[in-house]
């Protein structure tokens, strides 16, 4: 599984956007504060664990980027550092609670890259920013859990 829309638009309560399965059941458990601490990220992100059963190496992957890391904080984009921010806490406590049923979740970051929200003037080729991910899903040793990486390499949180 990889999960990477840019979270800065996330809209819990559009139907549509709703269809995004785990990443939207944790965008709206996330904003309903009244009883985050109860079911956030329990039945939020581990619903979906049968699926997860079902692979034969699981692998869960969380699209980040620079900005969520501690060092990368930028006062320019506020909502977009600290959802990545939380994502990133979202890995380390899922690849803890999944360590022992062998699911591997990680985050990575593809770098600045040519897309719509990256714009033309963007460094890296689509192709170039999946490879971390494409390489975390299918190659990456299983062992490499709770991390973090941009080019194939781990970086700090
Ligand atoms: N591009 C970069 O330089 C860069 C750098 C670092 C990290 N990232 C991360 O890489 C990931 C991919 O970004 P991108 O550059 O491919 O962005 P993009 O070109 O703007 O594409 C974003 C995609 O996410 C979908 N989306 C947005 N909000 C959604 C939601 N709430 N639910 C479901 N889908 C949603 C959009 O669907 P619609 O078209 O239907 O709206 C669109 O297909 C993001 O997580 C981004 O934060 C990108």
Not at 57 to 73: C, E, F, K, T, W
Request: charged letters at 25%; a positive charge; glycine letters at 8%.
């Amino acid at each position: 599984m990889v999960f990477g829309f840019p979270d800065s638009y996330v809209t819990p309560d559009d139907p549509k956007r709703q269809r995004t399965e785990l990443y939207g059941k944790f965008c709206t458990e996330a904003t309903n504060a009244h009883d985050r601490h109860r079911r956030w990220p329990g039945t939020a992100l581990f619903g979906r664990r049968s699926h997860l059963r079902k692979a034969a190496a699981p692998r869960v992957i969380n699209v980040s980027s620079g900005y969520g890391q501690l060092d990368g904080m930028s006062a320019n984009v506020p909502r977009y550092c600290l959802s990545k921010l939380a994502l990133n806490g979202v890995t380390i406590m899922l690849a803890a609670a999944l360590r022992a049923e062998g699911v591997a979740v990680n985050s990575m970051c593809p770098g600045w890259v040519r897309t719509d929200m990256g714009g033309p003037d963007a460094t890296r080729s689509v192709e170039e920013g999946a490879d971390t991910a494409v390489w975390l899903a299918d190659e990456a040793p299983r062992e490499l859990t709770g991390k973090f990486f941009r080019s194939r390499a781990e970086i700090a949180w």
